[in-house]
């Protein structure tokens, strides 16, 4: 059975820090594009980073400059280093598992194209 499991959510101030992971279990991921989504209360579901298996980074614009994600092939896992967080930043945060490409296509940047996600961690960045 395919998992995707992320952690690291949790409460933080304006201008802090976390970093969330996303740990792959049941079958490879390591060619596949890995993206994280976050979807605030009342909104749509949104693209925030994605990362190709050979490093290729896309970003949202309104995440650059702050947000960094990486993987790691040999641990199955994704991380997203996320800095100087602000209260608009607020949402649940979800790792979602797409094609084995090199480039990031356009259809990758909606979570429709997806088949695996996982459960969700919690953001939440306090005023």
């Known amino acids: 059975q395919v998992q995707l499991v992320e952690s690291g959510g949790g409460l933080v101030q304006t201008g802090g820090s976390l970093r969330l992971s996303c740990a792959a279990s049941g079958r490879t991921f390591s060619r596949n594009i890995m993206t994280w989504f976050r979807q605030a209360p009342g909104k749509e579901r949104e693209f925030v980073a994605g990362i190709t298996w050979n490093g290729n980074r896309y970003y949202a614009d309104s995440v650059k400059g702050r947000f960094t994600m990486s993987r790691d092939n040999a641990k199955a896992t994704v991380d997203l280093q996320m800095n100087s967080l602000k209260p608009e930043d607020t949402a649940v945060y979800y790792c979602?598992?797409?094609?084995?490409?090199?480039?990031?296509?356009?259809?990758?940047?909606?979570?429709?194209?997806?088949?695996?996600w996982g459960q969700g961690t919690q953001v939440t960045v306090s005023s």
């Open positions: 979602a598992a797409g094609l084995a490409l090199t480039l990031l296509p356009r259809s990758h940047y909606t979570p429709e194209t997806y088949d695996y």
